[in-house]
């Protein structure tokens, strides 16, 4: 929806701005807001950055390497092969659904940006995963591949209006969705014993 914005974080303000249409969400944003301001419709939209959990499809980077480092682990696979490692989101988990419920029940439909605030890096993200294991080190097995076409550098939320106007606000951090996401892959390869004297809390 943003496209590759100029301000950083986004916010509500940011789509009064012609959207760059990247995404099919896009279109759908504005034809919910079109039906509320032409017709009186009550339709609200969450603009929900990134939003994680173990049941991400493997296409998404974040299983990608979550599901790859349990497969180092388990001794399927040697190394893990990413895109852009530099590239930010604003990832989160589980609190999104109660953002989405709240804001329908206001009495007056609106648009809310909802999100952490904070921008972690793929690298961030893959080094958190493979470091719950002194033998894996730093990133000696990603390789900076496959970087998508139309690639955003940077995502990040402002999430004032829900949080000041909703009450809503996130509570699990980066480190606890990483570590739920690397637990439950590797429990699907029957690792987790292996995980969990491995991990001792440290995450």
């Excluded at 696979?77 to 988990?93: C, F, H, I, T, V």
């Excluded at 589980?94 to 890096?121: K, N």
């Excluded at 980066?174 to 439950?184: I, K, N, S, T």
Aim: with cysteine; hydrophobic share 35%; aromatic share 8%.
């Amino acid at each position: 929806m943003f496209g590759k914005p100029e301000q950083v974080p986004q916010n509500e303000r940011t789509l009064s701005t012609p959207l760059q249409l990247r995404h099919q969400q896009s279109v759908r944003f504005e034809l919910t807001r079109n039906y509320r301001e032409a017709y009186g419709i009550y339709t609200a939209s969450g603009i929900l950055f990134n939003h994680e959990s173990p049941r991400r499809g493997y296409e998404f980077v974040t299983r990608k390497i979550t599901s790859g480092i349990a497969r180092i682990v388990a001794g399927k696979e040697r190394n893990l092969r990413l895109g852009n490692l530099e590239a930010k989101r604003d990832w989160s988990r589980r609190e999104y659904t109660a953002a989405m419920w709240t804001m329908l029940q206001e009495p007056e439909a609106d648009d809310y940006v909802i999100g952490t605030g904070e921008a972690h890096s793929v690298r961030e993200f893959a080094e958190l995963s493979s470091g719950m294991w002194a033998w894996i080190i730093g990133l000696r097995g990603l390789r900076s591949r496959f970087i998508p076409p139309a690639e955003v550098n940077i995502l990040l939320s402002d999430a004032t209006k829900a949080r000041q106007k909703l009450g809503w606000e996130h509570k699990v951090s980066f480190p606890q969705l990483v570590r739920e996401m690397v637990e439950a892959d590797c429990k699907l390869l029957g690792v987790e014993a292996e995980l969990n004297r491995a991990v001792g809390g440290r995450v």
